[in-house]
């Protein structure tokens, strides 16, 4: 049995075997991509620049924009990379680097939304106290404990797969190098490995998951006690965009990894990948700005200063 560093390379998959479907997905995802680049940056540019927008929610919604743009070039280039050139190879530390990078984004995906919710909560249950409870101080201390415990995570994940032993060179059956379909292809034991994968795993995107469900129930339970429609409808204008996105969010997650394994598994864990990874990082920026009048009003402002500023 030789061990780990004999290894040079894996093969990927991607998304399709027949060349011509390949071609056509390359196009389709490479303006996927483009459009979630574009998309995020214009969501970050506008906050940062409008006055308006420097609250607790909307800098963490910043924060996710970022995320996204992080999550979707990790998962994504090496694909486009391998498409354009023909050659489906990712080398042993790219897959662990890339491995380590879409963990980190995905479990802080998850983080910023469950820090989101509580914001709303807070603003809309609590809002006499929502100054001093989400304060600069309190926003910062959560930023960085969402990035620590995501990076404690991802190297923890990364580290183990690291110490596995791989004795040929195997085709991944995925686009990118996820955990499971790297573990399968171990010829080492990897029961410690899909321990920690249930057990952290299991905790980053339930755990978040719950602190969203139980700030909801509060969200909700304050607004039906608003009397008028117009202060429902106001209280609730403010969380539709976050509530959207959580909808999507975690609708995908949990198909693509807690559903039972069928016939057509790996296929369906690539689409649901892709969804995941691809589809829901571009549409992130048009929940926010379409159902969001301040971001509305912040990106038209934005886009208009620019068309002023190059004539």
């Known amino acids: 049995?030789?061990?780990?560093?004999?290894?040079?390379?894996?093969?990927?998959?991607?998304?399709?075997?027949?060349?011509?479907?390949?071609?056509?997905?390359?196009?389709i995802f490479l303006c996927m991509y483009l459009v979630t680049l574009t998309g995020n940056v214009l969501i970050i540019l506008a906050i940062v620049s409008d006055p308006h927008l420097h609250t607790p929610m909307y800098f963490f919604l910043a924060n996710l924009s970022f995320v996204d743009m992080g999550l979707t070039t990790s998962t994504v280039t090496k694909m486009l990379v391998n498409v354009q050139t023909q050659r489906h190879t990712i080398s042993y530390t790219g897959c662990l680097t890339q491995m380590y990078f879409f963990l980190m984004f995905g479990d802080l995906d998850s983080f910023f939304l469950a820090v989101m919710a509580y914001d709303r909560y807070v603003a809309i249950c609590c809002p006499l106290y929502y100054s001093t409870v989400m304060s600069p101080r309190v926003c910062a201390l959560l930023l960085a404990l969402c990035w620590i415990l995501t990076n404690v995570v991802a190297l923890t994940h990364t580290l183990l797969m690291a110490q596995l032993s791989f004795c040929v060179v195997g085709e991944i059956a995925?686009?990118?190098?996820?955990?499971?379909?790297?573990?399968?292809?171990?010829?080492?034991n990897t029961h410690i490995n899909e321990l920690m994968v249930f057990a952290l795993g299991g905790?980053?995107?339930?755990?978040?998951?719950?602190?969203?469900?139980?700030s909801y129930i509060h969200i909700v339970s304050a607004i039906l006690k608003v009397r008028t429609s117009s202060g429902m409808s106001k209280a609730f204008s403010t969380c539709s965009s976050h509530l959207c996105v959580v909808c999507v969010f975690y609708g995908t997650l949990f198909s693509a990894y807690l559903c039972p394994p069928s016939v057509a598994s790996e296929e369906k864990d690539t689409a649901a990948a892709a969804m995941y990874t691809v589809v829901i990082p571009m549409l992130n920026p048009f929940i926010y700005s379409l159902r969001n009048k301040d971001m509305k009003g912040a990106?038209?402002?934005?886009?208009?200063?620019?068309?002023?500023?190059?004539s």
Do not use: Y
């Open 203 to 214: 905790t980053v995107l339930i755990v978040p998951f719950i602190c969203i469900v139980i």
């Open 174 to 188: 995925h686009f990118f190098c996820d955990i499971t379909p790297v573990l399968k292809l171990s010829c080492s």
């Open 1 to 27: 049995m030789e061990n780990q560093s004999s290894i040079s390379e894996f093969f990927l998959r991607g998304i399709s075997e027949s060349p011509e479907q390949q071609q056509l997905l390359f196009g």
């Open 299 to 310: 990106l038209k402002k934005l886009l208009s200063h620019r068309r002023i500023f190059s």
